[in-house]
C-alpha cells in the first residue's frame, strides 16, 4: 500500500483575525502589512475549496508504474456543504415589518439585489471557508446595491475591545502573473473609501478617497461560527482515510484480475510453448502435473467495515445525516424526521443566529441609504426574520394542529404554522378580500371549522343557507 501524506493540512483550523486599536492606524503602510498577513493564510481557503469542487490529495498518489493506481475521490466535502446549505437556506428567508409601506419598499431593494440567491451564496462560502462578506455601494443611479464577496479576496479589522467593533474592511485583488502583477486594494472605514495601488513588487500607494454616505463601514461579515470553521473541515482527514482504503480495495481486486497461472510438472517449456496455450487454450500436461491460478485473498468484510466506520464517522463529526440511509425511508412523522436530524438542526440553529446578525446588519446599512436617498429612515429592529428549514413537511399534521389552537391564537400565527403559506401578510389580505366579499354575498361571515379529519366546514347550516338564498 503506498504511503499518503496530506502536506496541506497543516493549514486547517488558521483562521486570520486582524486587530487594531483605531481607524488612525489603517495607514498605506498598514494597508499593504495586513494585505500580506492575509496572503499567508490563503493556502487554507484553497484547501477547503479544492476539496469542496473534489480536487483531493488521493488524486497526487504515486505508486509503482506497474502496479494498479485507482485514484477514487468520494465528494463529502461537496454533501456535506450541500445538504447543510440546503436544510438551512433551500428556503427563502421571509421578512415582516409592521409598517407596509416601508416594508415594500424594502422588498424591492431586496428583489433589485437578487437577495434569495445572494443569502443561498454567502450560506455556502460561509459553509465552504467558515466565514464570508457583502459588500455595500450605490450604484450611478442612486440604488443601494450588496453582494457577496468570499473571504479569498475580502477581510474585516476589528478593534481590541471586548465588542470586537468593526474598525475597517480590506478589498484587494490581483491582476497580471510575476514581475507584470498590479496590485489593487479598498479600505472601507465608516467615513470613506480609500483606494491603494501597487505595481510588481513596489508597496502599494494611495490613489484617492471618496466619502461614502452609510455613516458606517459598508461590508457585513457572515460567520458559520465564532471559530470561522467550515462545516467539513474537521473531517477532511476522515474523507482521505475513505478515499485511500477505497482506492486499495480496487487496486486488490485489479490484482486479482491480473493473477498468476501456475504449472507444476510441465517440462521443456519456452516462449512459443506458452504462446500456443494462449491461442488454443489447451494446456497438455506431464503426467503428475498440475495447474492453478495464484491470486491473493482479499478480506473484503474487514474492507468493508473499516470504511462503514470511517463513513458513519464522517457524517457523524459533521453533523449531517446520511440521507440515502434506511431509517429514512418510509412515511415519517414530522416528529420522527426532525429526530432524525436532530444534530443538522442543532448546527443550523447556530447557523441561523449568526447569519441573523448578518442580515440585521445589511437591513441597518439599508436604512441609512435610505434615509439619504429618500429622507426617511427605518428601524431595523422593526424588521422580523423569518427562517424556515427545507425539510419535508406533513402538510395534514400541520394543518391538524392548526385547527387544535384555532381561536387560541391570531390568525397570523396560524398562518405562520402552515407551510405552503409563504406571505403572512399577503394571506392576510386576500381573506379580507374574501371575508368583505362574504359579507356583501350572504350579510356575515361563515365560520369555517376544521373536523378531525381535516376536511373544512362551511359553518353554514341549512336553515341558514334557506334564509340567506344560498342554493343547497
Known sequence: MAQLKNERIKHLHKVPTFKVMDVSELTTKKVQSLINTHGDFLARYELLFDYYIGKH????????????????????????????????????????????????????????????????????????????????????????????????????????????????????????????????????????????????????????????????????????????????????????????????????????NDAYLVIRNLLMTDESDIHDMKNNRIITLDENGEAEWLVKEINDGHIQNVLNRIQKDIHRFSETPSLTDEEFSGNLSGVAIKFKLWGLEQDSVNKERKFKKGLQKRFELLSNTNAVKTGKSFDWKDVKIKFTRNIPTNVLEQSQIVANVNGVVTKRTLLSILPFVENVNDELEELEKEEQGQIEKFGFVPEVTVNNTGTPNDGISEAQKDENGVKV
Not at 109 to 119: K, Q
Not at 141 to 162: A, H, I, L, S
Not at 203 to 220: A, M, R
Not at 242 to 254: A, G, K, T, W
Open 57 to 256: 490529495v488521493i488524486q497526487n498518489r504515486d505508486v509503482d508504474p506497474n502496479k494498479p493506481n485507482n485514484k477514487l475521490v468520494n465528494n463529502f466535502a461537496e454533501y456535506i456543504t450541500n445538504v447543510k446549505n440546503g436544510y438551512f437556506m433551500g428556503k427563502p428567508v421571509t421578512y415582516q415589518m409592521k409598517d407596509t409601506a416601508i416594508m415594500d419598499d424594502i422588498l424591492n431593494i431586496l428583489v433589485s439585489n437578487n437577495e434569495e440567491d445572494n443569502n443561498s451564496e454567502l450560506s455556502k462560502l460561509a459553509s465552504i471557508y467558515g466565514h464570508a462578506f457583502e459588500y455595500h455601494w450605490v450604484d450611478k443611479d442612486g440604488n443601494p446595491r450588496f453582494k457577496y464577496v468570499p473571504p479569498t479576496e475580502m477581510f474585516m479589522v476589528y478593534g481590541v475591545d471586548v465588542e470586537e467593533t468593526p474598525i475597517g474592511a480590506i478589498r484587494y485583488y490581483i491582476t497580471g502573473t510575476c514581475e507584470e502583477k498590479t496590485t489593487y486594494a479598498e479600505l472601507y472605514t465608516s467615513e470613506k473609501t480609500v483606494y491603494f495601488k501597487g505595481e510588481g513588487k513596489e508597496d502599494l500607494i494611495k490613489t484617492k478617497e471618496i466619502p461614502h454616505i452609510y455613516k458606517d463601514i459598508p461590508v457585513v461579515e457572515f460567520k458559520n461560527n465564532d471559530e470561522r470553521l467550515g462545516d467539513f473541515e474537521n473531517v477532511i482527514t476522515l474523507i482521505d482515510a475513505y478515499e485511500v482504503v477505497l482506492s486499495d480495495s480496487v487496486n486488490e481486486v485489479q490484482y486479482f
